[in-house]
C-alpha cells in the first residue's frame, strides 16, 4: 500500500530538547516537504526537497532543520523547539517534478512544546 | 500562485441540503487547482483537480468544482451533503511552471442532522 509515514503522531517536549519528527514514504517518490498547520493559517511549507541530497527552505524554515540522505526518507529536526512550534506537522511526497499534480500526505505529528 | 484565499472559515449545513465553499487565488501564469479534505485525526485526501481542459471537475464522493478564469475562482460544491462529508477542505494552487503548491486557510464544514 502506498503511504507516507510520519512517527511519532504525539508528542509533548520541553523547550530547548531536540526532536526528530520522521518521515518515509514507499512510493519512490523524488519530492519530499514538510508543513505545518495552524489554525487560520491552513498548510505552510517548512523545508522541501527536489531529491537526495537536494534541499530548500519553503516559507517558514526558522528553527527547523531536514536532511535528505536516502530518497525514501525526510526527517525533521527541532534542534531547540519553542512553545510557537507547537503544531500540527505534516510530511507529504510527489512523482517527479513532471508530475507534481497529486501530493501524498503523511497522517500528521502533533507537537505540544511546554 | 502567490496566494489562496478561502472565503469562509466555516460553513454549518443541515443534512441533504447542498454546499458551496469558496475559494479565489491570485496569480500572474497558468495554475492548477485542488481540494483536499481533511477528516478529524487524519491528513489530507485529495478530493478533485483541474489541470487543464474542460473547466468543471469531478471528484470523490460527490463533489465537484469549476474553474473560471475571469473570476479567478475555483469554488467546491456538492448538492447533497451527508454527515460523514463533516471535514476541513483546503483548496490549493500551484503554477504550472512550477513545483511549490500554496495552500488557504481551510474551510470547516459542518454537516447538521
Known amino acids: 500500500e502506498a503511504q507516507v509515514t510520519q512517527n511519532p503522531r504525539y508528542l509533548i517536549t520541553v523547550t530547548g530538547k531536540k526532536l526528530t519528527v520522521t518521515c518515509s514514504q514507499n512510493m519512490n517518490h523524488e519530492y519530499m516537504s514538510w508543513y505545518r498547520q495552524d489554525p487560520g493559517l491552513g498548510l505552510r511549507q517548512i523545508y522541501y526537497s527536489m531529491n537526495v541530497e537536494v534541499t530548500d527552505k519553503g516559507d517558514v524554515p526558522e528553527g527547523y532543520k531536514v536532511s535528505r540522505k536516502e530518497k525514501r526518507n525526510f526527517p525533521l529536526i527541532l534542534e531547540s523547539p519553542s512553545p510557537n512550534q507547537t503544531s500540527l506537522y505534516f510530511c507529504?511526497?510527489?512523482?517527479?517534478?513532471?508530475?507534481?499534480?497529486?501530493?501524498?500526505f503523511g497522517e500528521g505529528s502533533w507537537l505540544t512544546v511546554v | 500562485a502567490q496566494s489562496v484565499t478561502q472565503l469562509d472559515s466555516q460553513v454549518p449545513v443541515f443534512e441533504e441540503a447542498p454546499v458551496e465553499l469558496r475559494c479565489n487565488y491570485s496569480?500572474?501564469?497558468?495554475?492548477?487547482l485542488f481540494w483536499y479534505v481533511q477528516y478529524p485525526n487524519q491528513g489530507l485526501q485529495l478530493l478533485l483537480k483541474y489541470l487543464s481542459g474542460s473547466t468543471l471537475v469531478k471528484g470523490i464522493n460527490g463533489f465537484e468544482a469549476e474553474f473560471n478564469k475571469s473570476q479567478t475562482s475555483f469554488h467546491l460544491r456538492k448538492p447533497s451533503v451527508h454527515i460523514s462529508d463533516t471535514a476541513e477542505y483546503f483548496c490549493a494552487a500551484r503554477n504550472t511552471g512550477g513545483f511549490k503548491t500554496i495552500f488557504g486557510a481551510g474551510t470547516r464544514l459542518f454537516v447538521k442532522a
Open positions: 496569480s500572474s501564469v497558468s495554475v492548477y
Open positions: 507529504a511526497s510527489s512523482p517527479s517534478r513532471g508530475r507534481l499534480d497529486t501530493i501524498y
